[in-house]
């Protein structure tokens, strides 16, 4: 069965500074899709960024940027210049590709903090 | 403006009453879902429907119930038999069966409080 573990229930990082989100996932898949979404206060969830399996360049939106390593299945989240808005929970999800329906397999999130 | 809206964002219900959440979605999006949201354990999925009036459990269906009537409605009852109904509760609908390029969207959310 897929799962999707994310190691670091919180994290803290300073207003301008780079912090790693980590997530890592077991499948035996070779194609899939995976995605970090984030869930401020307002408990809205938020499609942060996404990556194909089958495509080895790290995907990247602005100040966000991922470093995927498919053969140790790790898909970390890396935020750049990190901004008092980005302190929200982080979901790591998974879905095979070509799945039945769209059933993304959540982590148990990241709590990030972010201090002025 | 298109999106997911769940009402109420707040809900306070007896034990053993069972309990309506409104979702509705105005993206003209094929399949819809409703996930269960609890600290420490992520979202997990109760009930999907990938089009109108069919739908399939999830991982977590004991206890709840759903219709699909309209494309635009989703709407999940908590009955009296989900042991532990206490939660947060959020709908997402996605334009259909490809992921990457239809990633899900969410409304706002439900918490639910039973006593």
């Known amino acids: 069965a897929q799962t999707v573990t994310q190691s670091q229930p919180e994290m803290s990082v300073q207003e301008a500074e780079t912090v790693t989100l980590s997530c890592t996932y077991d499948?035996?898949?070779?194609?899939?899709?995976l995605f970090w979404y984030k869930q401020p206060p307002s408990r809205q969830m938020i499609l942060v960024i996404r990556?194909?399996?089958?495509?080895?360049q790290n995907a990247t939106e602005n100040r966000f940027s991922v470093n995927f390593q498919k053969a140790a299945k790790s898909f970390s989240l890396k935020i750049s210049d990190s901004q008092l808005g980005d302190a929200a929970m982080y979901f790591c999800?998974?879905?095979?590709?070509?799945?039945?329906?769209?059933?993304?397999?959540f982590g148990t999130g990241t709590l990030l903090a972010v201090q002025p | 403006d298109g999106g997911i809206t769940q009402s109420p964002k707040y809900l306070f219900r007896k034990e053993g009453q069972n309990v309506t959440l409104s979702c509705e979605q105005n993206?003209?999006?094929?399949?819809m879902y409703w996930y269960r949201q609890d600290p420490g354990q992520g979202l997990r999925l109760i009930y999907y429907?990938?089009?109108?009036?069919?739908?399939q459990k999830g991982d977590i269906a004991e206890g709840y119930s759903v219709s699909r009537e309209k494309k635009e409605s989703f709407p999940l009852t908590v009955t009296s038999a989900q042991k532990n109904p206490t939660a947060f509760y959020l709908c997402?609908?996605?334009?259909?069966?490809?992921?990457?390029?239809?990633?899900?969207?969410f409304g706002n959310g439900t918490r639910l409080t039973v006593t």
């Open positions: 997402a609908s996605s334009t259909g069966r490809s992921s990457y390029n239809s990633p899900l969207h």
């Open positions: 499948t035996s898949e070779s194609d899939y899709y």
């Open positions: 990556q194909e399996a089958y495509k080895q």
């Open positions: 999800a998974y879905i095979a590709y070509g799945g039945a329906t769209n059933k993304l397999i």
């Open positions: 993206l003209n999006h094929d399949a």
């Open positions: 429907s990938q089009i109108v009036n069919d739908f």
